[in-house]
């Protein structure tokens, strides 16, 4: 079974540069790729980033792409993405997620996830 911790969120100051984590466990990490996605109260969830753990390939939503950066552990099967410069509209719960390949349509369409964490930016 494909289980999934995201940690690390809090409160943050804006302009900040929090890292957050996903534990991965229950399949064999390098073969799949790891998404993370946020959601805004009152808003849907939308992809933010992406990393194929095998060849290191990353994908990045517009919104983030820059200030973002998500990166892999394999040996602890671990996925991060460190945030910098965060503002009050990076505010949202954010959720990791295993996936076939690194693309916008992959991470939309994705149906498993964590339990997300919280990250709340003060201003």
């Known amino acids: 079974e494909v289980q999934l911790v995201e940690s690390g969120g809090g409160l943050v100051q804006a302009g900040g540069s929090p890292t957050l984590s996903c534990e991965a466990s229950g399949y064999y990490f390098d073969d799949y790729a790891i998404g993370w996605a946020r959601q805004i109260p009152g808003k849907k969830r939308e992809g933010s980033s992406c990393?194929?753990?095998?060849?290191?390939?990353?994908w990045y939503s517009d919104s983030v792409k820059g200030r973002f950066t998500v990166s892999s552990d394999n040996a602890k099967e671990t996925a991060s993405l460190h945030m910098t410069n965060v503002d009050p509209e990076d505010a949202a719960t954010y959720y990791c997620?295993?996936?076939?390949?690194?693309?916008?349509?992959?991470?939309?369409?994705?149906?498993?996830w964590g339990q997300g964490t919280q990250v709340t930016v003060s201003s």
């Open positions: 990393i194929n753990p095998r060849d290191g390939y990353t």
């Open positions: 997620t295993v996936l076939n390949a690194c693309t916008s349509t992959r991470v939309s369409l994705a149906d498993i």
